[in-house]
């Protein structure tokens, strides 16, 4: 990953692209043993500098692309793991509708033990 002064920002739209794009290439057939090969991501990163010729920030790389994929699948994890230890809808729109203060420290102790614990199995 590069060092903090190199993250890129990411628009909604960046993001989209970049998942469309990777999804195309695992339907052609372009994903080897679980994951993509070096030259996708580089061509993941040419593909987002010619769709957003005027990006904020630092063009990405495929480092940064790469990076971005496995943030997202990390809130994907963290979402889908919510939803069914707690039984609580989340959507887009209101994410995982938590309104209330004690609602919110719920979801951050509730998260917060569940990386503790991903963390601690990885090992």
Known sequence: ?????????????????????????????????GSFKPA???T??????EKFPNQKGLMKTAEMC???????????????????????HWDNVNGANIVTEDEEKDYQEWIGVQRLFYFVSQY
């Open 1 to 33: 990953m590069p060092p903090d002064k190199d993250h890129a920002h990411w628009t909604e739209e960046e993001k989209e692209a970049l998942i469309s794009f990777l999804s195309e290439q695992k339907i052609s057939g372009k994903m080897g043993n």
């Open 40 to 42: 996708i991501w580089n």
């Open 44 to 49: 993941a990163a040419d593909h987002l500098a």
């Open 66 to 88: 790469k990076g971005k994929v496995t943030s997202l699948k990390t809130v994907l994890r963290d979402i889908n793991l919510w939803h069914a230890c707690s039984g609580k």
